[in-house]
């Protein structure tokens, strides 16, 4: 495994609408692990294997990650903002924040000092804001506009036990394992069209996957985002389930998912000893999935998360064990897939 590329994914910033750093870094990587590339219209990014075949799988994660937007900047030159994807601001207190301006610069969101009574129990989006040391609105406006994103500023860390903790470990883990399933693929004689794809905007209105998902009309298509794992100190595992680090990657269940797909994966899991996990999805998923599902005439799905801690945090954590078993795990099921692989839940 590659981990020098997922720590260059995860060290490039992608807030929802504007991946193009991401993607470029990505194709450039995929180029020699696929025999085509592609873009589109709405920032996707597609490495290919056999584009001519008739039979197609594609595998999906998105590029994008949540950040912020610059919503109003103050005659003291204070920057107020709006949310890009489920960010919570409770985190945001005390973190360093870049903007992607006309010229990139850094801030800290600012907190009130418990001495003048802290930060409010209450708190929401209006509440923080960014300091960038600006005295006033016109030295603001000289870096940055309205409606500027922002991300985090986050160094992935490496933690005990083959565990690492980032920002946007939301879907760079994803963009990751596929990538690295790519890798395993290139030099094998494949006789189907396998189609990576590293979508844009899944954080905001998953109209990446949407356009993705009808380009390629794939016969089945497998998602590969991240869900939450609840092996940590004050979760409620009654309400929220038992998913654990290290105890491999999380299969949804439920009304989207095509369960014959799912067999085809427990198959590849079982081949080679490797453990899944279960989550519940029984109306939609929250990802990707739902929205590639209901392109051209109905996509055969599945949705493959790799657990995480502290979910649309700064300090999201994964498992190393768990990405490389759910690369193994993808790409023994994309070796074993027939052209005449019936997916029809009636037949
Ligand atoms: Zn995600």
Redesign the pocket.
Known sequence: MNKDFLLKLLNTSSPSGMEKEVQLLWLDYMKNYSHKTETDNVGNAYAILNPDADFKVMIAA?GDEIGFMIKRIDDKGFIYLEKLGGISPKIAIGMKIKIMGKKEITGIVGANAEHHGGVKEKLTIDDIYIDCGFRNKEEAIEFLNIGDMAVYVRTAQLLQNNRISSKAL??KS?SFIIAEVMKNLIDKNLNIGVYAVNTST??TNQGGAYFAGSRIAPNLAIIC??TFATDYPSVNQSKHGEYSLDKGPVLAKGAPINSKINLLLEKSAKELDINLQYELTPGRTG?DADTIKYTGKGVPIALVSLPIRYMHSPVETASFNDIQNEIDLLTNFILNLKPSTNLNPLS
């Open positions: 998105h939301d879907n994803g899944e954080e985002d991240v990802t």
